[in-house]
């Protein structure tokens, strides 16, 4: 697909889209584990509501129809945090602008290892999803305005150069 179809025009990804056990590897990856809910269920720890990922410590919640982009952000929210912090979380992650934004370029990052995927097409489901950043996408963000989020990363040894 390429990068510039109207985001309008574009179906956001969801988990059951992909296959679920490189998601599943993925989290494990980060010390997360990733745990399918039965399709109209609610979702345990869901900040914004079904479909939206869930999250309770290091445990992340999706079920098939909820977006790779929700449970891609959820589970950074809880990679970037300290295990002390991570420990304590349901539902509700963080109130740091540094930890949203390098939540955001993480999950970004992350796509980009998860067969099916890949970080072009998260960022165009962030756009058609209704993500916002004052460059006017989600790729304008990443590429020219995301230093001090890739910094905070690096800084933590979460990102490599």
Same mark, same amino acid.
């Given at each position: 697909? +390429?990068?510039?179809?109207?985001?309008?025009?574009?179906?956001? +990804?969801?988990?059951?889209?992909i296959h679920f056990d490189d998601a599943v590897a993925l989290l494990a990856a980060h010390d997360l584990r990733l745990h399918r809910v039965?399709?109209?269920? @609610?979702? $345990?720890?869901?900040? &914004?509501?079904? $479909?939206?990922?869930? =999250? =309770?410590?290091?445990?992340?919640?999706?079920?098939?129809?909820? @977006?790779?982009?929700?449970? *891609?952000?959820?589970?950074?929210?809880?990679?970037? *945090? @300290? $295990?002390?912090? /991570?420990? #304590?979380?349901?539902?509700?992650?963080?109130?740091?602008?540094?930890?949203?934004?390098?939540?955001?370029? %993480?999950? =970004?990052? %992350?796509? !980009?290892? %998860? @067969?099916?995927?890949?970080?072009?097409? *998260?960022? #165009?489901?962030?756009?058609? &999803?209704?993500?916002?950043? /004052? #460059? !006017?996408?989600? /790729?304008? &963000?990443?590429?020219?305005?995301?230093?001090?989020?890739?910094?905070?990363? %690096?800084? /933590?040894? #979460? *990102? +490599?150069?």
């Amino acid at each position: 697909m +390429t990068t510039d179809v109207a985001a309008a025009d574009v179906q956001v +990804t969801c988990v059951g889209d992909i296959h679920f056990d490189d998601a599943v590897a993925l989290l494990a990856a980060h010390d997360l584990r990733l745990h399918r809910v039965d399709a109209a269920a @609610p979702i $345990p720890g869901s900040y &914004w509501g079904e $479909p939206e990922a869930g =999250i =309770i410590g290091s445990d992340v919640y999706v079920r098939d129809d909820t @977006p790779v982009h929700s449970m *891609l952000h959820e589970a950074c929210h809880l990679i970037v *945090l @300290p $295990p002390e912090r /991570r420990a #304590l979380v349901h539902t509700d992650a963080t109130d740091s602008v540094p930890e949203e934004d390098a939540t955001c370029y %993480l999950q =970004i990052v %992350l796509a !980009g290892q %998860l @067969p099916g995927v890949g970080s072009d097409r *998260l960022m #165009l489901d962030m756009d058609a &999803w209704g993500y916002t950043y /004052r #460059l !006017g996408s989600t /790729r304008a &963000w990443f590429e020219q305005d995301a230093e001090d989020a890739k910094a905070w990363l %690096l800084e /933590r040894g #979460l *990102l +490599t150069a």
